[in-house]
T-cell receptor, first 113, second 114 residues
Framework: DQQVKQNSPSLSVQEGRISILNCDYTNSMFDYFLWYKKYPAEGPTFLISISSIKDKNEDGRFTVFLNKSAKHLSLHIVPSQPGDSAVYFCAASVSGANSKLTFGKGITLSVRP | EPEVTQTPSHQVTQMGQEVILRCVPISNHLYFYWYRQILGQKVEFLVSFYNNEISEKSEIFDDQFSVERPDGSNFTLKIRSTKLEDSAMYFC????????????FGQGTRLTVV
């Protein structure tokens, strides 16, 4: 039961270029979406989030876009840096007291110097 | 910056033994979670805890699992009789409880059942 899907397992981009990481979801109840970054042997680190009342949220080099009709979100990193190389997880939740996260499988981003 | 801390970082145990994984959530947070990630798979929700009781649990969280907040700061996950398939990274997380806020994760405990 893959409610959150990250269909591309990996992405390689040149330093300075744009990285676009995609995520799809199936549960229409999801209304809060997050991106986490994970280095080996560390826990997921929060990167950026977006509520379903918005279609874009920007924080420095990171922008998340949400297309509710397509049940699709994407994370743009511009410009990409070698330190961005990590596994990126898309996660979704239903707003409420509990707000457990449902994760995708993750995308391994490699930024080449 | 406040952080979630987990101990131990790595635990090796024999099948059938009990293990306790420990977490210290961020002090002003109200909601606490355990997630796990089996090697090569996605991060999966196990259980959420609020106001000293379980608020939700997944189908993975069967009778072999229990959680406790024994002293107001620590948050523990106990596996009563470990199985080989319990081998995974276990992540503790906490959040403030305000609407639409992120969860903060610990660095994880790698559990290896042999």
């Amino acid at each position: 039961d893959q409610q959150v899907k990250q269909n591309s397992p990996s992405l390689s981009v040149q330093e300075g270029r744009i990285s676009i990481l995609n995520c799809d979801y199936t549960n229409s109840m999801f209304d809060y979406f997050l991106w986490y970054k994970k280095y080996p042997a560390e826990g997921p680190t929060f990167l950026i989030s977006i509520s379903s009342i918005k279609d874009k949220n920007e924080d420095g080099r990171f922008t998340v876009f949400l297309n509710k009709s397509a049940k699709h979100l994407s994370l743009h990193i511009v410009p990409s840096q070698p330190g961005d190389s990590a596994v990126y997880f898309c996660a979704a939740s239903v707003s409420g007291a509990n707000s457990k996260l449902t994760f995708g499988k993750g995308i391994t981003l490699s930024v080449r110097p | 910056e406040p952080e979630v801390t987990q101990t131990p970082s790595h635990q090796v145990t024999q099948m059938g033994q009990e293990v306790i994984l420990r977490c210290v959530p961020i002090s002003n947070h109200l909601y606490f979670y355990w997630y796990r990630q089996i090697l090569g798979q996605k991060v999966e929700f196990l259980v959420s805890f609020y106001n000293n009781e379980i608020s939700e649990k997944s189908e993975i969280f069967d009778d072999q699992f229990s959680v406790e907040r024994p002293d107001g700061s620590n948050f523990t996950l106990k596996i009563r009789s470990t199985k080989l398939e319990d081998s995974a990274m276990y992540f503790c997380a906490s959040r403030t409880g305000h609407r639409n806020t992120e969860a903060f994760f610990g660095q994880g405990t790698r559990l290896t059942v042999v």
